[in-house]
Structure formats: structure tokens, C-alpha cells
């Protein structure tokens, strides 16, 4: 008599408990994992930032200053102008020469001014990695149209529009409006006073006035270790709100300077904005990192607790959402004279 086996096979039940095991395990590596992949691209976003505060340094050792946030001269007379942006002054340091050389400084880069110009444009729109930070959303799919209506703050200039790649990193033009209010509520003298950031724009209207100021060492009195010379603040004409995306009509965000040879992105007063987020009309408020990426309201990222600040020493610092509005305010500012730094 030839006995028959047979293979034992998993029941029902049995493969019910290893599919709920094995998805309790997936749970509870999901966020391990999450966590690893945020932590590399933190890192990889401070590795830029720290190539584009050693290009700012690089440049300084060349010329003897830092490259303005932006650039602005105006010949009312013969209608001529220039519009440049701080990006475009350091490709040299940061391995782009080959973009460098073939820019032409002489003509703003916008559709309006001609061929040069309209070269010039398709330039500032070739992404680079350097500028984009990975933990962004879609970190290197941002080319945006960027546009300046006629006469801003009554400057004498056509309107301009361009297409720019992006840039999540900007620089900190100084402390003002309700933010600046109460960041110095109960200091001496209040919020009066030199308010300024480390780098400042430089303004010229041919027979009417020069707006400049110094960018160099010399003038940062608070301590280049005590000071931001670049900042996140994410890029592209995506406004956002605490992590959501904000409806806000057209022109308003191409006019967002998210972009490294925008020279929108070299101008960015910080004023604050409300915790719960912005609001459209905006709003000034207490909060200073990530509640926008609104230009002038805030400073944004897309690391969790806080954003990356490139200082004027070099060095790279993370700084927490819950800073005070006094020692934000005062590491914004070069020669205040404030005594807070970012160990209090």
C-alpha cells in the first residue's frame, strides 16, 4: 500500500497575520526611513549653501566686496537701464564659468531688451543644482515667468518680463514692518536704528539720485559669525502657506524673486506674517520661518522645524521655527549692535 503525502499549505488565516505583520513592520519603518532620506537631502541643501556663502567669500577676496542683491541703473534721459541680480556675479565661484562668459552684463536679461537680452533670459533659466534644495517640492522643475510692472517704486524703468530657473536660497535685505514692531518691543531705542541685512542693493538714476550702500566686511559691526548673509527661502512662483500652497492672483507670484539670476531674489525686507500662515491680501505678523515663502514675509523650507541659514563666517546654522522675533531680527541685521546671537 503506497502511502500519498501531501504538502501542508498556509490557511487562510495564517497568510491574513503575516500580510498584517509585515505591514506593521512597513509602518513602523516608513517614517525611520523618511527621516534617513530627510536628513541626506538637509545635508545636501547645507553642502549648498555652504559653496554659495565660500562663493560670496571667494568673490569678496576678487573685488574687495560682496555682489549686491540687486543692481539697478536708469538713464531717464536716453531711456536707457541695466537690472542684474546677485546670482549671476558668482557663477564663476561656484563652477560656472562656461554660463558666466557667455552672459553679457551690460544688458538686463529680460524679453524686452532685445536679442542680448532675450539671451541673457534663456541663461538665468538653465537650472542649477546648487541653487536647489532636494527636501523643496519639485526641487529642480520650477522655470517660472518672472515680471516687473513699469515704475516700480518709482523707478523709471519699462516693464520687464523673463523666465527664471530657481533659487531656494535668498538673501536677508533687513528687519521691518509689525515683525521688526515686535522683535525690538522693550529694547532701547525700539526698532530705530540701522536695520539693514549684510547685503544691500545698489539703486542709480542718472541725474536724480544713487542709492548705495557698502557690502563688505567692514561694515558687518555685529560679527560675521552673528549674522545671515543667505538664507531658505523656496523658490519659483509657488506661494506658500504653512506647506500649503496659497492661491494668490497673477502678477503677484512672478513677482515672488525665486530665481538665482532674478534680481527680485536680491531683495527681501523681512516683515513676518501670521503662525497659522499668509493670507491673501498678505498680512505682517510674528512669525519669521515657515509660515511663507511670500518674498519680504519669511523665510521657508521644507525641513521640518526649522530652516538652513548660510552666516557671514561661513559657516552653516539650522535655526528653529520657534526663534524669537529679537534674535532673528538680530542676526538679520549687520550693525544694530544687539547683543543676541543665535546660543541664546
Not at 45 to 58: D, E, T, V
Not at 151 to 178: C, E, F, H, M
Not at 315 to 337: D, H, N
Amino acid at each position: 500500500m503506497v502511502r500519498q503525502s501531501r504538502c501542508r499549505a498556509f490557511t487562510l488565516v495564517e497568510l491574513l497575520v503575516v500580510i498584517a505583520i509585515i505591514g506593521i513592520l512597513v509602518s513602523l519603518l516608513l517614517p525611520a526611513v523618511q527621516a534617513a532620506r530627510e536628513a541626506a537631502r538637509r545635508m545636501q541643501c547645507s553642502n549648498n549653501l555652504k559653496q554659495l556663502g565660500l562663493a560670496f567669500h571667494n568673490y569678496h577676496d576678487v573685488h574687495k566686496a560682496f555682489p549686491m542683491g540687486y543692481f539697478v541703473w536708469v538713464n531717464p534721459s536716453s531711456g536707457t537701464y541695466n537690472v542684474q541680480a546677485w546670482g549671476t556675479l558668482i557663477l564663476p565661484f561656484i563652477e560656472q564659468q562656461t554660463l558666466y562668459d557667455r552672459y553679457d552684463f551690460r544688458v538686463a536679461p529680460a524679453n524686452e531688451a532685445g536679442p542680448i537680452g532675450q539671451a541673457n533670459v534663456a541663461i538665468i533659466s538653465t537650472v542649477i543644482r546648487t541653487f536647489t534644495c532636494p527636501s523643496a517640492a519639485n526641487p529642480t522643475n520650477r522655470v517660472y515667468d518672472g515680471f516687473i510692472p513699469a515704475n516700480p517704486s518709482g523707478i523709471p524703468l519699462p516693464q520687464l518680463t523673463w523666465k527664471a530657473a530657481p533659487s531656494d536660497y535668498g538673501i536677508a535685505t533687513g528687519v521691518r514692518g509689525v515683525f521688526a514692531n515686535m522683535a525690538y518691543q522693550g529694547y532701547p531705542g525700539g526698532a530705530g536704528g540701522n536695520r539693514h541685512g549684510m547685503i544691500q542693493p545698489h539703486i542709480q538714476i542718472v541725474g536724480v539720485t544713487s542709492s548705495f550702500r557698502d557690502n563688505n566686511f567692514a561694515v558687518v559691526l555685529d560679527g560675521t559669525s552673528n549674522t545671515i548673509l543667505l538664507a531658505e527661502r523656496t523658490g519659483g512662483a509657488e506661494i506658500w502657506s504653512r506647506r500649503k500652497q496659497l492661491s494668490v492672483p497673477q502678477p503677484f507670484p512672478q513677482m515672488n524673486g525665486g530665481g538665482w539670476g532674478d534680481a527680485l531674489n536680491g531683495e527681501h525686507w523681512m516683515s513676518g506674517t501670521l503662525y497659522s500662515g499668509q493670507t491673501w491680501p498678505p498680512q505682517e505678523g510674528p512669525c519669521g520661518i515657515n509660515c511663507t515663502n511670500l518674498r519680504g514675509y519669511g523665510f521657508h523650507s521644507f525641513h521640518p522645524g526649522g530652516c538652513l541659514f548660510a552666516m557671514g563666517d561661513g559657516s552653516v546654522r539650522f535655526v528653529p521655527e520657534a526663534v524669537t522675533q529679537f534674535v532673528l531680527a538680530s542676526i538679520i541685521t549687520r550693525e544694530k549692535g544687539e547683543p543676541a546671537t543665535l546660543n541664546d
